[in-house]
Every structure is written in C-alpha cells, then in structure tokens.
C-alpha cells in the first residue's frame, strides 16, 4: 500500500504561482510511475501531467504545457507541481495518484493504482 497526502493548494489570482507537494508513505521502496489529475466542480477527472519513476521524463497536457513542471525527488518520497501564470480555467482539486510496476503512468486515471485525497486549487480574475 501507498499512501499520498497532496498539500500547497489555495487561493490565488490570475497570474500568480502556486506549488503543490504530494508526499508518498507506505511501500515506497518500489518504484512507480506518479502523475497528477484536476478535477473542476461537475467535470470529469483530467490528466494534468505525469513523470516517469526516475524522474528523467515528463508529459503534460496541453492546457498546461509550457505553465506547469512536475518533479519529484525519490529521496524525500515527494512529487510536485509547480503552477505558474495560473487562470481561472486552471480551478480544481488536484490529485496525485501512483502507478505501481509502471515507468510512465499515462493520462488514464486507471492506469494509477493510488490516489491521494486532493487540494483545491482556486485562481480568481
């Protein structure tokens, strides 16, 4: 088992920049692929962006592509997402979520085997 606790989520105004962290407890010693999702009020959960369990390779959606960096740093168990010229379109709750046995998990949410708990994220105008 895999647990994941995200936190950094908030308030913010167009523009701006927020970082999100997701800590990793549990049977951390196998190596797993990690991604984060968004999900907006009434919507379906969307692939943000994903990174390989080495940390060398990284995927992005298109809406975010060029804004948001993910990273992780295995020795902390911590993945992040760093958000920056944030839009209101960007407001949901974030998830991150592990894939077990995989390099690359992929923008399929059943792909990922663990699931954090979500922070919400809301950017105003």
């Known amino acids: 088992q895999v647990q994941l606790d995200e936190s950094g989520g908030g308030l913010m105004q167009a523009g701006g920049s927020l970082r999100l962290s997701c800590a990793a407890s549990?049977?951390?010693?196998?190596?797993?692929?990690m991604g984060w999702f968004r999900q907006a009020e009434g919507k379906e959960r969307d692939f943000v962006g994903g990174i390989s369990w080495n940390g060398r390779d990284t995927y992005y959606a298109d809406s975010v592509k060029g804004r948001f960096t993910i990273s992780r740093d295995n020795a902390k168990n911590t993945l992040y997402l760093q958000m920056n010229s944030l839009k209101p379109e960007d407001t949901a709750v974030y998830y991150c979520a592990a894939a077990t046995a995989r390099y690359y998990g992929g923008s399929y949410p059943g792909n990922y085997d663990y699931w954090g708990q979500g922070t919400q994220v809301t950017v105003s105008s």
């Open positions: 549990g049977r951390t010693g196998n190596k797993y692929a």
